[in-house]
DNA sequence: AAGTGTTTCAACCGCAACACG
DNA sequence: ACGTGTTGCGGTTGAAACACT
């Protein structure tokens, strides 16, 4: 007997599934996803396994040709650093600032990244009042550290959603806490945390990254008119960077998953 | 080597915004 | 103006990979 979750999640996908993806992407464009989900074959009439939603976020997340794969670099970590504290969990907007960085990648880097950081930090802080145990001040001035943002009953939940601006209704309320009227902002532990890591590093965003005047050369994300050139079906690449899984000759069979996807699909 | 805890990240979900007839 | 379908976004989950004991 299948259980709910067997039935309505897919789990990850096979080669054969991205292949036909790319494949289909690559004639119709990255728009029409329900159509595309249904005209690969991978949306089976009634069914409902690869929905055009589940295509989309597997093309932008994963098979897209201009993504990064690999580590952030201290300049993206940096970048994400400063637009978050900027704009707050708005992901995909931060993603639109670090091109080939998708805005799923930058949500679970900055999950990881914050956790890491935030007990480092209480590991350093309860090393240092243990020195000076009573003048432990964070709740006496009103600032919050992050020991106390993360002591809520599921910890994590609290620091995940400090970074400022949650949502574009409470952006203002946001921007004056940031001014103080809360204090002790997530923003501001940030930038500490920053300032220890790197002090001579100078801002990537500065200068370079702004929301009208962007002189930095953000590529549009490919629209995929199937002109992949020698980005195409890329591969593991000399530093362990995961690339796209296929080889050159397993293009030639994209014609022949088409050409049967078209003949069998429901339309 | 085995067991257990933790981290990472792909995938899913629900909702809101948008497009279009 | 309204209904319907599609797309995009942010939050959450689950399983594999990894680290530690």
């Known amino acids: 007997m299948k259980t709910v979750q067997e039935e309505t999640r897919k789990g990850p996908w096979t080669e054969q599934e991205d292949l036909q993806l790319v494949c289909f992407v690559g004639l119709f464009g990255d728009r029409r996803w329900d159509f595309i989900a249904k005209v690969s ?47 707050g969990n708005r992901w995909s907007r931060i993603a639109r600032k670090l091109p080939g960085r998708t805005d799923n990648e930058i949500k679970n880097y900055w999950r990881t990244h914050m956790r890491k950081k935030a007990q480092e930090r209480k590991r350093a802080m309860s090393a ?94 490919a629209s995929p008119s199937w002109g992949y050139s020698s980005n195409a079906l890329w591969h593991m690449d000399d530093e362990g960077n995961k690339l796209f899984p296929f080889v050159n000759d397993q293009l030639f069979s994209c014609y022949d998953i088409v050409r049967e996807s078209l003949l069998t699909a429901e339309l």
């Open 128 to 221: 240092s009042s243990s020195s000076s145990s009573s003048s432990n001040s964070s709740s006496a001035s009103g600032n919050p550290t992050v020991e106390s943002i993360q002591s809520t009953e599921t910890g994590e939940e609290s620091f995940y959603d400090t970074g400022g601006i949650t949502t574009v209704s409470t952006e203002q309320k946001s921007e004056e806490l940031e001014k103080g009227e809360e204090g002790y902002s997530m923003d501001d532990i940030w930038k500490e945390i920053a300032l220890s890591e790197d002090k001579n590093m100078t801002s990537v965003y500065d200068g370079c990254y702004s929301e009208e005047g962007c002189n930095f050369s953000c590529p549009p994300m």
């Open 41 to 87: 074959g991978l949306k089976v009439a009634g069914d409902n396994n690869r929905t055009g939603k589940s295509c989309r976020l597997r093309w932008v997340n994963y098979l897209h040709p201009d993504l990064k794969r690999g580590k952030m670099t201290p300049q993206e970590e940096r970048l994400v650093l400063e637009l978050h504290s900027k704009w």
